[in-house]
């Protein structure tokens, strides 16, 4: 069976308010009656002994002075009789030679010189009375007692009213709290609902829904859980569909770039095989052969490396190097492809600064960044700067090219991106992994790299290495 949540919360709340009433009007009943009856019994008691206190005053046997007490008492409907020792009635006079019918337990107390109390007697009056016995002493001799006794009619009407307006009292709290629980539940309920309707949109594919947050109490903290959930999976969809587009992409470049060289390779092969190309021209044909295989194995090897990479496959083996010694070989080594484009590559050192890094990888990150430098750069010049500042090594590459604007510096992070797809026949940094691999390369390092670029003004590359 289903119980709607706002039921649920009714219930709860109604049956934890009735049982709290339940046990707190049973014992203010409890604690009014006894309440009720303690006064009636202290006043009982306190009649008792200033009769008792005229008694000792040699009173004790006379006739005036007990019928102006009944009379006075008859008014409050107290009356009261006078015994003797043997339990025999004195007054009033008319139950004269009455004896009065104490239980065993009660005689033995009031012959001890102890009160006796009952709050409710149905058994030996004519009706329900609280009595109270008094008894009287002279030193060490017991000479009787005096027994007040009092109707419990008015007492129980009393207790009877006190219950009456307790009841109505709960019964009127029970609807004031069963309308404020059916408030505060719908309250509840349609923040749930919400919360529900927007994981439903979610459910359909639909992450441009918000609900209503706040701190004020947990469900306003989920509520803002939820919108932060929603965002972050936002996000994950706009990356996958991003990653998705960069992986047909990818697929289309690999696609076209494998194409190419193994057409170029199997045209070659075929027309060997076939004698269809004349002895002068094998030489030339098999060295065609020799490059396009080249340009595939670097394709396959940069995208191994990638991944190994990113997966933390990657060892590295630190050592502290003179900077100036690297920089010259990137020099020396991109030199005539730097010159091919009419660029100039100059270095510029602040002393000797030394590096901590993996030899092979830092020459792999400097190369990668020279070469895209030169790659977007024409009659220009390439600055290779290093410098040492505290516990850190700088390190900036810095050209007069193209420049790039600030989505491109954004991009070019991203696997297989090119900000310039007639990159296709480049030798160098052609596949759009280069600065991927890079990136990856300086994080592994605990380093950082940052590019600042501005269209048509150049691009700078700054790395910062701790020297630890």
């Given at each position: 069976?289903?119980l709607?949540y706002?039921?649920?919360q009714?219930?709860s709340?109604?049956?934890?308010i009735i049982?709290?009433?339940?046990?707190?009007?049973?014992?203010?009943?409890?604690f009014v009656e006894n309440?009720?009856?303690k006064?009636?019994?202290e006043?009982l008691?306190t009649?008792?002994?200033n009769?008792?206190a005229?008694?000792d005053?040699?009173?004790?046997?006379?006739q005036g002075?007990l019928?102006?007490?009944?009379s006075?008492?008859?008014?409050?409907?107290i009356y009261?009789?006078v015994?003797d020792?043997?339990?025999q009635i004195?007054?009033?006079?008319?139950n004269q030679?009455?004896?009065?019918?104490f239980?065993d337990?009660?005689w033995?107390?009031?012959?001890n010189?102890?009160?006796?109390?009952v709050?409710?007697?149905?058994?030996?009056f004519?009706q329900a009375?609280?009595?109270?016995?008094?008894?009287?002493t002279?030193?060490?001799?017991f000479?009787g007692?005096v027994?007040l006794?009092?109707p419990v009619?008015g007492?129980?009407a009393?207790?009877?009213?006190f219950?009456?307006?307790?009841f109505?009292?709960i019964?009127i709290?029970?609807?004031?709290?069963l309308?404020?629980?059916?408030?505060l539940s719908?309250?509840?309920?349609?923040?749930?609902?919400?919360?529900?309707?927007?994981?439903?949109?979610i459910?359909?594919?639909?992450y441009?829904v918000t609900?209503?947050s706040?701190n004020?109490?947990e469900i306003?903290e989920?509520?803002?859980?939820?919108n932060?959930m929603?965002?972050?999976l936002?996000?994950?969809?706009d990356?996958?569909?991003?990653?998705?587009?960069?992986?047909?992409?990818?697929?289309?470049d690999?696609?076209h770039e494998?194409?190419?060289p193994?057409t170029?390779i199997s045209g070659?092969?075929e027309?060997?095989?076939?004698?269809?190309?004349?002895e002068?021209?094998k030489?030339?044909g098999l060295?065609?052969?020799?490059?396009?295989t080249?340009r595939?194995?670097?394709?396959?090897n940069?995208?191994?490396?990638?991944?190994?990479?990113?997966?933390?496959?990657?060892v590295?083996?630190k050592e502290?190097?003179?900077?100036a010694?690297?920089?010259?070989?990137?020099?020396e080594q991109?030199d005539?492809?730097?010159a091919?484009?009419?660029?100039?590559?100059?270095?510029?050192?602040?002393g000797?600064?030394?590096?901590?890094a993996?030899?092979?990888r830092?020459?792999?990150i400097?190369l990668?960044?020279t070469?895209?430098?030169?790659?977007?750069?024409?009659?220009?010049?390439i600055?290779?700067?290093?410098?040492?500042e505290?516990?850190c090594?700088i390190?900036e590459?810095?050209d007069t090219?193209i420049?790039?604007?600030?989505?491109?510096?954004e991009n070019?992070?991203?696997r297989?991106?090119?900000?310039?797809l007639?990159r296709?026949t480049?030798?160098?940094?052609?596949?759009?992994l280069?600065?991927?691999?890079?990136?990856?390369?300086?994080?592994?390092?605990q380093?950082?790299?940052h590019v600042?670029s501005?269209?048509g003004?150049?691009t700078?590359?700054?790395i910062?290495l701790?020297l630890v």
């Amino acid at each position: 069976m289903k119980l709607k949540y706002m039921y649920q919360q009714m219930l709860s709340h109604i049956g934890i308010i009735i049982v709290a009433f339940l046990v707190l009007s049973l014992v203010v009943s409890q604690f009014v009656e006894n309440l009720v009856y303690k006064n009636k019994e202290e006043e009982l008691v306190t009649y008792g002994k200033n009769l008792l206190a005229d008694m000792d005053k040699g009173y004790y046997f006379d006739q005036g002075t007990l019928d102006q007490y009944q009379s006075i008492l008859e008014r409050r409907k107290i009356y009261f009789s006078v015994f003797d020792a043997d339990g025999q009635i004195l007054y009033p006079i008319e139950n004269q030679n009455y004896k009065f019918q104490f239980s065993d337990e009660e005689w033995e107390q009031i012959t001890n010189g102890k009160s006796v109390v009952v709050n409710v007697d149905l058994k030996r009056f004519d009706q329900a009375v609280s009595f109270v016995v008094l008894p009287y002493t002279n030193g060490d001799y017991f000479l009787g007692g005096v027994l007040l006794t009092a109707p419990v009619s008015g007492t129980n009407a009393m207790i009877h009213q006190f219950n009456k307006y307790l009841f109505y009292t709960i019964l009127i709290t029970l609807l004031v709290s069963l309308l404020l629980s059916w408030f505060l539940s719908k309250i509840h309920v349609r923040r749930i609902n919400h919360l529900q309707k927007a994981t439903s949109m979610i459910a359909t594919g639909n992450y441009d829904v918000t609900v209503p947050s706040s701190n004020f109490d947990e469900i306003g903290e989920l509520a803002g859980d939820f919108n932060q959930m929603v965002r972050k999976l936002r996000d994950s969809m706009d990356e996958i569909e991003s990653l998705e587009n960069r992986r047909r992409q990818f697929i289309a470049d690999v696609s076209h770039e494998m194409r190419t060289p193994l057409t170029t390779i199997s045209g070659v092969v075929e027309g060997l095989k076939n004698d269809m190309i004349p002895e002068s021209e094998k030489e030339k044909g098999l060295e065609l052969v020799s490059k396009e295989t080249k340009r595939l194995i670097r394709l396959v090897n940069e995208n191994l490396d990638y991944e190994k990479i990113r997966s933390n496959q990657v060892v590295l083996t630190k050592e502290k190097i003179e900077l100036a010694e690297v920089l010259e070989i990137i020099k020396e080594q991109l030199d005539f492809q730097s010159a091919q484009k009419n660029n100039e590559i100059k270095m510029e050192l602040q002393g000797n600064p030394l590096v901590y890094a993996d030899y092979d990888r830092l020459i792999q990150i400097l190369l990668n960044i020279t070469k895209n430098s030169i790659q977007f750069t024409e009659n220009g010049v390439i600055y290779l700067k290093g410098m040492q500042e505290n516990d850190c090594t700088i390190i900036e590459i810095e050209d007069t090219g193209i420049g790039m604007d600030a989505k491109e510096i954004e991009n070019i992070w991203r696997r297989f991106y090119k900000a310039d797809l007639s990159r296709r026949t480049n030798p160098f940094g052609e596949f759009g992994l280069g600065l991927s691999i890079v990136k990856q390369l300086v994080l592994l390092h605990q380093g950082e790299i940052h590019v600042t670029s501005t269209k048509g003004h150049g691009t700078k590359f700054t790395i910062k290495l701790p020297l630890v």
